[in-house]
Each structure stands twice: as structure tokens, then as C-alpha cells.
């Protein structure tokens, strides 16, 4: 287990990432940026057994800030970030599914990242980290499917990143999985998400405690991570939830300051707080950056579309209430998979948790997940 | 003239804050929330000419930024904020009406603000300036009436925070304004909002140089400011503008880095170097919380909602891609003065600006301003 990033008593750090399996791929991988790691790993868990045809197999791909818990298992009982969806008898069936889902190359949950030590220099990479995209992270996953034997996916699955992740192997990869599903993201991201991440990673640069990003064995810029994820969390839920939830009540005395008065306030630095000490900024960074760059409209090496790789059946979602990724654009999504002939089901969700509605409604995210995932 | 605020050649400075009047109000000023002022300034600017019987002056209100410069001016020849929408045969006719726009108590464009010397300590107020309500603003500005001789407005009009002060005005002296305009405002700040003014706030106090607010005659937090107001952009304009605008379009030589590369972050950078160096984050943090705290439903002295006062007839504009002040915010302003038995106008437009709409669409929101003014 890597010691957690930040001093201090960090309560939550355990519970996410704790009990993991790692790959080491010894090799050299290049990066689509051209630049390079010496060699990387990649934290997994697993859950379910591979038939012995090795044809159940499902990887779910995490969003930017989960690790590779999804649920509990034996050598991490606490609760995961799927914990309602994925189990036995859940929409992710593990009875009858092998389960994989490894933390982010680039993340700070056991995979290689900004905070991992650089085999080069014997310090850790910092900015000296090559960009990331989406797809560099994909092929990682892939080489950690050839280790554990899966040769063809029964499905690629994921939310928010995990959703563009879902896509991007669908499409590099096509004979690696026989379904795809995308929760909530996009065909590429457009200059309103763009504009959102921007702000996020300006946050964090703006912390002195930054130090270009080289703060490892120092200060630590928890403030910046702070402030980026009180940003992050507005634009991951939706006003009609938090009218409800929150309205206008005050916190305290109900004398203002410049400080936080009002609940909604409150809510906003108990989740910078809670994330800020556990999450690595610089992977906050890069990982945001892949998510910009993400196209998989973009052409592939045959000149045509990377998307139009997709004709294996495709479960896509989206939700009315979601700010940073709207429900047009998993609309685009599905219209571009049925474009190319193949059987997708498009679900729009009326609900109000805006973006954050994957982790949150089992019922209309779970069932057409069980149901496209069991057809 | 005052200085600028900061340090550095500041070209926009001189234009927007120049040539104005000043109403001094040499009495004790008791702000709502217990504080006081020994004194206050008000910049103002007019154009046009009082009517003998006093009967045609219109009190534009100003947003969180904008100086009193509204138009163009003898003492001014710079382009005003809304210099189109007012002047000779414009949609607010100085050839009709004498209009007034004065800068906001609270700020830093000529007014009293917390870059002001405070008369006790010979400092400048710095944070020890008292939290201030949209209602202060307004009693001040009333108080400028007085001094103008003006005993009751031909109209009270605003945009964004203008919207809320010209509510405010109409609810609280309803016998001073014999119509009220408000455009892209709403009854109160619900927690969405909230959240995105919070997230601003925090990240001019994550900036070093802030220093508790106390950083006059020392380092300017301007990076903190443009992060703010980067932040701030994300939230006045709209997705699918900044879609056809931008796309995907890229800066530079279109390598990644963690800084700047897609077109849509220059267009936040430019928006915060802008305005970073000329307006003054204490001023910003203020007039923020000002418009958390507002809400023109509260109780007033007779225990009935304040909005129930305003029986004048109103025009009420609100834009669909409002991501701010959403429009069923508009509509919820419009119902509750109708509900008054007042004559209400309500256009929603179906534009795609987001907040900013009012800044840009003479069209569809001057002409309907013209038509409530000249009626």
C-alpha cells in the first residue's frame, strides 16, 4: 500500500485504496505525446472468476477520482465506489462476471503517476510526467488484459472518463469486446467542459505550495486541490438537487463573513476537504488534461473516424441534469455507433443529480446496465 | 480620478472609470448587518437632462464589475458598458430621459470600498469594511436621488445584480420609482448560484498576496483575481456559443501542456488578465457575498415579503442558456409581482449568450426595455 500523499490523519485514504493486486509492465511505454515511462504499473482489483472459456470478463473504467475499489472484497471489506451496482446479483453480476477495474495510469491509487518514483532520476516524475491521453491509458489496460489472459472483453464499461475510456478501447481495440457501455460522457470534450477543467487545474497551479509541481518531500498544495474540488463539485451535481437539499439555509450564527455562510457553502468544503488530502494534484492535472484532449472522432491510422470502429452492441446513458457533460452529447454518442449499423440502446435519465447520477441512482442506471450486460 | 488599483500599465482603467461626478455623504451610513460607515462616496455619471417637474429620471443599475460608465460622455469619450442600449433614439433615450448609473457602494470604481481610506484609521478599510447587503446599495443610491433632487423615478432599471438592486429599490421605496426593469435577475440567490460565487471567492483567497485582505501598498493578489474571474466567465456565457465560437480549436503549435492549449482557455486567460488588474478583489468579495445574501421575498418592517410591495408595472427578461440565473428564476420574479395585481412583462429569450445576453442583444432586449420605457 503507498503511503498515503499528504501528512496528517487521512481516515478515507485506507477504505479506497487498500487490498489492490498490481501489474508491472517492465517494458518501456511510449506515450501517444511522444513521451515515455521506463516501465509502469497499474493497480487492479478483481472480483467474480474467468470461465474457464475466459469469455465473462467486464472492465470497468474509473472516473478521474476513484480508485480501483468498486466494491468490497476480502482484502478490502469497506464499501467501494460501486458498491450498490457491482456484487452478486447486481447489475454487474459477479456471480456470472469476471470483474476488472484498475486505478488510472497517471492516478495516485497504486498505478504509476506523477508521485511515483522515476526509475531515471530515483525522484518522483512531478511535471517531468509525459502527457496522457485517454487512449494511453487504454492501451495500458489493455497490456494488463493480455497478463491476466482476457483476450475479448463480454463488455467495456464507464461513467464520466470511464465512459470515454469505454469508448476509446471499443474503438482502438474492437475485437477486444463484444459490448460497450458509456455512462455520461462524450464523443470528445467540447469548449464548455474544457472551460470547467481549465479553471480546476488553474486552482491548483495557483497554490504557492504548488511549486510547478514540485512538491513531493515539501509542503504539499492541499489548498489548491481544496479549491478545485469545491469548483469540480459544481459543475458534478445539479440546482434543482441542491434547491431541495440545501435552499438557503446559513451555517452558524447566521451572521455573514466572507467566509462560508450558507449550507451549500459548507457542503462545498466538506468535499474539498475530504478529497484534498487524498488525491495527488499533479495527477489531478494530467488526468484532467486527457480528458481534454479527448476525441475518439478523431481519425485513426486508416483515415476514417476512430468511432466508426464501434458496431458491437452499446448501452449509452445520459442525464437532462448534468452541466459538464449533457445529455446531447451521449445523444451524439448513440447516434454515431448507430451510424455504424450497430444495435445501440440510448437511455436519457430526467434526474436531478446532475452528472454525479451514475454513482447515485441504482434503478435507472443499474437496470439498463443489467439488461444490456445479460442480453 | 483614482489610482489603479494595481501596479502596471492598465490601458482598460481610464477607460471605464473616468470623467464621473461624486456625491459625497459626509453622515454616519449604518449598514444592515450592524456595521458602519463614517462616510461614503458614490461615482456617478448622468446623461440627458432632468425635466422641470422632475418626472424623467431612470436609475440604471450596474453588475458586479461595471463602472458607472455607461455611455460614452463629454468628461468620458470611451465606449460605455452599455453603450448601445443607451443614448439619443436608443432603446433608453437620453434624448427623453435623464439617466443616472452610479458605481456600487462597495466598489472600487470611484465609490466607497474596502481600497477606500477609512477616516478612522487613515488605512484603507481593507476587510475591516462591513459586510454589505444589495439593500445598503440601494439606500445609498437613494440617498443620491435625494441629492439629485430626484423624489421619484420615471423607472429602476438593472441587469444580473443591477436586476436585483432595481427589485430591491421598487420593493423597498415603492413611492420612488414608477416602473421597475429587471433582467436576468431573480427574487433571491439560490444555492447554485451561491456555489458558483463561492468557489471565486475562495480562489482570491487562496492567493498568497491576499494576506487576509490586508495587501494595499504590498503585492496585489491579481492571480488570484483571474482565476476568480476565469471562474466567474465559465458561469456568463454558454456552451453552445463557446461551441460555435471555439470548438476544439487549438493554440500554439498544438503540442499538450498542462497550461493553455485549446482556444476556449485563451478566451479565459484574456477575460482574467483583463480584469484582474483593474478591479479590486476585496471589492469583488464583498459585492459577491452581497449578492449571496440578497432576497427581495425576505419579510419586511410590516412582516409581508418585501417583493409584495411593487404594484408599478414591470418588464422582466430572462435567456434560456442562463447558467447563472436560470430563467425559471425570471419567471418566478415575473409571477410574484404579478401576483401583486402589477401590470408584468415577461420576455424570455431564447438566445444563446447565457447571462451576458444583456450586455450583447439590443434587439430582443433593448426593444422590449424601450417599449416599457416609452409606454
Known amino acids: ?41 497499474l493497480a487492479y482489483e478483481t472480483w467474480g472468476e474467468l ?7 467486464i472492465l470497468l473504467h474509473t472516473g478521474l477520482s476513484s480508485s480501483s475499489h468498486v466494491r468490497s472484497q476480502p482484502k478490502n471489506t469497506h464499501d467501494g465506489w460501486w458498491e450498490a451496482f457491482v456484487g452478486p446479483g447486481r447489475p454487474v453480476d459477479t456471480d456470472r462476471f469476471f470483474v476488472i477495474c484498475s486505478n488510472l495510469l497517471g492516478g495516485c491509487y497504486g498505478s504509476t503517476g506523477p508521485s511515483s518514483t522515476s526509475p ?13 491521453t485517454v487512449n494511453d491509458m487504454v ?3 489493455l497490456l ?25 478501447l471499443a474503438a482502438v481495440a474492437p475485437e477486444r469486446a463484444a459490448r460497450v457501455v458509456s455512462i455520461s460522457a462524450a464523443t470528445r470534450s467540447y469548449p464548455q467542459s474544457i472551460a470547467m477543467r481549465f479553471v480546476q487545474r488553474q486552482a491548483v497551479m495557483l497554490d504557492p ?17 481544496k479549491v478545485a474540488r469545491e469548483i469540480g463539485t459544481t459543475t458534478y451535481r445539479s440546482g434543482p438537487e441542491w434547491q431541495e437539499r440545501f435552499g438557503r439555509e446559513r451555517i452558524g450564527d447566521g451572521v455573514p463573513t466572507l467566509d462560508e455562510d450558507f449550507s451549500i457553502e459548507g457542503y462545498l468544503v466538506h468535499q474539498g476537504e475530504k478529497f484534498c488530502l487524498q488525491y495527488d494534484p499533479n495527477s489531478y ?3 484532467s488534461k486527457a480528458m481534454d484532449l479527448f476525441d475518439v472522432t478523431a481519425p485513426g491510422a486508416d483515415g476514417r473516424p476512430l468511432i466508426d470502429n464501434i458496431t458491437v452492441p452499446a448501452l449509452v446513458i445520459g442525464v437532462s441534469s448534468d452541466i459538464l457533460f449533457p445529455s446531447w452529447q451521449q445523444r451524439e454518442v448513440a447516434e454515431r455507433i448507430e451510424a455504424n449499423g450497430a444495435e445501440v440502446t440510448f437511455v436519457e435519465i430526467d434526474g436531478y443529480y446532475g452528472h454525479d447520477t451514475f454513482m447515485i441512482d441504482l434503478e435507472r442506471v443499474g437496470e439498463p446496465l443489467r439488461v444490456h450486460l445479460e442480453a
Open 285 to 287: 492535472l494530467y488526468i
Open 144 to 168: 494488463l488484459l493480455d497478463h491476466l489472459g482476457v483476450e475479448r472483453l463480454h463488455a467495456t464499461v464507464g461513467s464520466s472518463l470511464g465512459g470515454m475510456q469505454s469508448l476509446q
Open 209 to 225: 505550495d504548488w511549486q510547478g509541481g514540485r512538491y513531493y518531500g515539501a509542503s504539499f498544495p492541499h489548498r489548491g486541490q
Open 120 to 132: 531515471k532520476t530515483g525522484e518522483p516524475y512531478a511535471t517531468d510526467f509525459p502527457i496522457l
Open 1 to 41: 500500500m503507498p503511503r498515503p500523499i499528504a501528512d496528517g490523519p487521512e481516515p478515507q485514504y485506507e477504505k479506497v485504496v487498500s487490498g489492490y493486486e498490481t501489474f508491472h509492465h517492465k517494458d518501456r511505454f511510449g506515450t501517444d505525446w511522444g513521451g515515455e515511462l521506463a516501465e509502469f504499473s
Open 51 to 57: 470461465s474457464p472459456a475466459r469469455d465473462n470478463a
Open 139 to 141: 492501451r495500458a489496460q
